[in-house]
């Protein structure tokens, strides 16, 4: 069985669909997995050793450069990379337009299906008019979580019943392949940027933490030059903090790979820790904590939720839980 997968962003979207590949697997030994992912997360896909291929695409810097002739030669090989396979399932569990037309123009055989979602969830981007592009649409509860969405979607197309845990198929960290810039050890890492404001936690209470974890060392990393700023004025006013330089994607997921303990707000190296099965306090300010909240291991604790921020007090006996000071 060949199965063509169709989730191009974003970071947690992308993390939360994986489980997929290993229920299909479970289920149908043998099947071949491909999958289309924007060019930024496929060093995530790839860390899956279950999927056989993954194509790449990059929608966002394409656009910015369609009068260039290598651009325009970069996005012919896509489609053709796209069609050379023929599907006996292409799944797109993201309901775009976009997500759609890569769909449609996936090839399946005599008999195959284009299997997507009837309806969104909750706050989702769904796009109704990407129905057009499905031969079968499965619809799920206005409240499904993130990472069910897709393992919901799957088992209904392929006709098995979901009696496990989710499982990533990330590979537990090698301590002989810690990179050279991580401290040796252990360290906390405070995921505290994320692009919405209302999704972040009071500074004062991240300083507050830092100091009540001290002298463990803590790990600030930072995706833009505001949260670069944000990340200095912590680690100004905490000894035991420390702000790393820009990361690539692949070393922002070893940090959350190797952490002792990863803190963060609701974003997607949040979600990494969590999917690695890192001892993860999620935090949860502004968004609903139903739709992504680490729910399949013990080691992940969740706290907070829409317009009800956690306090530290709160926290910081969740990290001592998960790093048995109780």
Not at 224 to 240: D, F, I, T, V, W
């Amino acid at each position: 069985m060949k199965i063509l997968l169709v989730r191009v962003s974003s970071l947690g979207d992308v993390l939360h669909n994986l489980p997929m590949v290993a229920d299909i697997l479970r289920h149908h030994p043998g099947a071949q997995i491909d999958w289309v992912v924007e060019e930024s997360y496929v060093s995530l896909v790839r860390l899956n050793p279950m999927v056989r291929k993954v194509i790449p695409f990059a929608l966002r810097r394409w656009k910015k450069g369609l009068g260039d002739k290598a651009v325009r030669a970069e996005m012919r090989a896509f489609w053709d990379d796209l069609r050379a396979e023929r599907y006996d399932y292409v799944f797109d569990t993201q309901g775009l337009i976009k997500t759609g037309i890569i769909m449609a123009a996936a090839r399946v055989r005599p008999g195959g299906k284009k299997v997507g979602l009837a309806n969104g969830t909750e706050d989702s981007g769904y796009e109704g008019v990407s129905r057009i592009f499905h031969t079968l649409s499965i619809p799920v509860e206005p409240r499904t979580h993130a990472v069910a969405r897709g393992r919901q979607v799957a088992a209904r197309a392929l006709g098995y019943t979901l009696d496990s845990a989710p499982d990533f198929g990330l590979p537990a960290p090698d301590p002989a392949q810690r990179p050279a810039w991580m401290p040796p050890a252990d360290y906390a890492v405070f995921f505290h940027g994320t692009a919405r404001d209302a999704k972040k936690w009071a500074p004062a209470h991240w300083i507050a933490l830092g100091q009540a974890l001290a002298p463990m060392p803590i790990l600030l990393p930072w995706g833009s030059p505001r949260e670069k700023a944000e990340a200095e004025s912590l680690a100004g006013a905490l000894p035991n903090a420390s702000v790393l330089p820009k990361l690539s994607m692949m070393d922002a997921v070893e940090l959350a790979r190797h952490a002792a303990l990863a803190v963060g707000v609701d974003t997607g190296l949040t979600h990494i820790a969590a999917a690695f099965v890192r001892p993860t306090v999620e935090i949860y300010c502004d968004s609903p904590r139903w739709k992504t909240e680490g729910n399949w291991s013990p080691r992940i604790i969740n706290l907070g939720d829409t317009g009800a921020p956690p306090t530290v007090e709160q926290v910081a006996a969740a990290a001592r839980s998960l790093l048995g000071q109780v």
